[in-house]
């Protein structure tokens, strides 16, 4: 008979009281929620520290639990909203994926990776690893919340893709199979672009007027309200331009040499005044004066967060007094900011454009030497080259989409381009000059159809006009140097 060693001796009185010691430990799952429900109590409190390291010790002491996957979903958005450091959110968005796939907040975990790997893209040919995130969502959570922002999603990155056909049907699903939810009107919108862009104008003007009555207090019904404005006036009525004279109305003797023009996706106006080297901000009537001065600038290019100048110096970035130099570009003839953060330059003695990148990168796109730029809202710029006498209506990796000769649909033809000028609905305005056409405006469809036209001289203008801007309103908006002017045709 084997004898135990008195270290293996348990005393009976002993044995009797460890079933209580262990009713008495929180077993992992309680120790778990209390520890989350301790980081919600604290980051609530916006005691950030103290909610990461107890999220951070739910994961280390209860891994297995079922409240590891709601942290790491909380860590990861965190570095998202708090930090504004997407990149530190992967590692737990991929623990995430690869450990609790079988979880709930895998769908969330999931959906939030592709829209961090969507914003990386810089270009339609980058989307492809957000696109496998959204349909993963589609694929294993047939019950998720988060399905109808995967449809959209999903759908924009098939129309930046110029898959017009695959777009449309996932954001018909994304407000057919959602109603009630704040996706429906996001949906309504994109859905009507996406028919503009197919050619459908009359099915895009029924799914605005759709979303203004069914959402009529959202943001999108209010994006909806100004593009069903434009294009009914645009393409439907298509009246003749009319001189409304010096704008805003009233004003006299308050611009100084005003060389570059602007609308911000707000609907300002930014002005750029060459003998004062400085860009203003006109808002509701009073003109702010934005720093740093800009001597020396070229173009004029509103972001989504700041204003852009490239001057003689480089890159002027609002409110930085450093400028970003440009490497050997020194002819700048144009600029662009693309929805993809993309910067792109032209420069007048190389047949080439430049596009900066975000994060510093550099690319250079052969391209006939272009005089003018302008955005596209499906992504992608417009140039207008004189040296071919053609418009390139380009996508976001550069190829050309429309080619326009100069002079298309019109009674007589113009040699150049001074400025390019679009707005969200895909029109384009060119200022254009010489030839038997004479100095003027035309103003372009998505596709490149000539929608409205004027010469100056039909119209009684008599300037020196550099610049011009579409508004929200369908008017034109002309930067008359020479008068230290405004004109607004309507």
């Not at 979903?73 to 796939?101: G, N, T, W």
């Not at 381009?417 to 469809?445: I, P, Q």
């Amino acid at each position: 008979m084997r004898v135990l060693s008195p270290w293996f001796r348990i005393p009976a009185a002993l044995l009797c009281v460890l079933p209580v010691l262990a009713q008495g430990q929180p077993q992992d799952g309680e120790l778990a929620e209390r520890l989350f429900r301790s980081g919600e109590r604290a980051y609530a409190a916006k005691a950030y520290k103290e909610a990461l390291e107890t999220w951070g010790q739910l994961l280390q002491t209860a891994p297995r639990s079922d409240f590891a996957p709601m942290a790491l979903l909380r860590l990861a958005r965190h570095q998202v909203d708090i930090e504004q450091k997407p990149p530190a959110a992967m590692p737990f968005l991929d623990r995430l994926r690869s450990e609790y796939i079988k979880s709930p907040e895998a769908a969330d975990g999931l959906l939030l990776r592709g829209l961090l790997l969507a914003r990386q893209a810089r270009r339609p040919a980058e989307l492809k690893d957000a696109m496998a995130e959204f349909n993963r969502v589609l694929d294993l959570f047939p019950d998720a919340a988060v399905r109808g922002e995967a449809r959209l999603q999903l759908g924009r990155a098939w129309r930046d893709q110029g898959q017009l056909g695959r777009a449309l049907q996932q954001f018909i699903d994304a407000f057919r199979l959602n109603t009630g939810s704040t996706i429906v009107p996001q949906a309504l919108l994109e859905a009507a672009e996406t028919l503009d862009l197919l050619g459908d104008l009359p099915g895009c003007l029924k799914l605005l007027q759709r979303l203004r009555t069914e959402a009529p207090q959202s943001p999108e019904a209010a994006e909806a309200t100004w593009r069903m404005a434009v294009r009914v006036k645009h393409r439907l009525l298509k009246p003749a331009f009319r001189n409304d004279g010096p704008w805003p109305g009233g004003r006299t003797k308050w611009l100084k040499t005003p060389t570059l023009l602007t609308v911000t996706p707000a609907g300002e106006l930014l002005i750029f005044q060459n003998d004062l080297d400085r860009v203003f901000r006109l808002h509701e009537g009073e003109l702010t004066q934005l720093e740093p001065p800009a001597p020396g600038t070229r173009a004029l290019v509103n972001g989504p967060t700041s204003v852009l100048l490239v001057t003689k110096a480089g890159l002027i970035r609002e409110g930085s007094v450093t400028p970003q130099p440009l490497g050997t570009l020194g002819a700048i003839s144009g600029a662009a900011l693309d929805r993809w953060g993309n910067l792109w330059i032209a420069d007048a003695k190389t047949p080439a454009i430049t596009v900066f990148a975000p994060d510093g990168a550099i690319r250079t796109m052969a391209s006939p030497t272009a005089n003018a730029l302008a955005p596209l809202p499906a992504g992608g710029v417009v140039i207008a080259t004189d040296a071919d006498r053609k418009f390139l209506f380009l996508d976001g990796d550069g190829q050309p989409r429309i080619i326009v000769p100069y002079g298309k649909d019109l009674s007589v033809p113009f040699r150049s381009v001074t400025a390019l000028a679009s707005d969200g609905a895909g029109h384009v305005a060119a200022l254009v000059d010489g030839g038997d056409y004479g100095e003027g405006v035309v103003l372009f469809g998505p596709d490149g159809t000539v929608l409205r036209q004027a010469t100056f001289k039909s119209l009684g203008i008599n300037g020196r006009i550099t610049s011009l801007a579409l508004d929200r309103s369908g008017g034109l908006i002309l930067c008359d140097r020479r008068n230290d002017l405004l004109i607004r045709l309507n």
